[in-house]
């Protein structure tokens, strides 16, 4: 699994996806769901709490019918699928990988 600091990941997500955090595309460790936060905003998530899920809860957490209940900070986290994330005080923080680009959500 990938370990980076907070700063590495924004900066391969902003090379991969672009300045908009809300563009940036990452995929469920279990179910293989590409989401944005876009994705949750469109579905009718608030922005600041799409944001701050995109990137550890699946989309069916929030929207029925679509993607798995799945979350990186569940007992399993990303199934050894996903990044490890050092913020600025230290902490590691399980994410989901983010998709391939012009993966589709």
């Known amino acids: 699994m990938i370990k980076q600091t907070l700063e590495e990941w924004r900066a ?14 990452f995929i469920c460790p279990r179910c293989g769901n590409v989401q944005s936060p876009q994705d949750l905003i469109d579905s009718g998530c608030r922005s600041g709490e ?8 699946c989309i069916g957490r929030k929207v029925e019918g679509r993607g798995c ?7 399993l986290g990303t199934l050894g699928k996903g990044r ?7 902490r ?7 998709a391939p680009r012009g993966g589709e959500g």
């Open 84 to 90: 490890i994330v050092i913020t600025h005080d230290g």
């Open 92 to 98: 590691e923080v399980e994410v989901f990988d983010f």
């Open 12 to 25: 391969e997500a902003r090379e991969h996806f672009g300045d908009n955090g809300a563009d940036w595309k």
């Open 69 to 75: 209940d799945w979350a990186a900070f569940g007992f």
């Open 50 to 57: 799409a944001v701050n899920s995109a990137y550890q809860e």
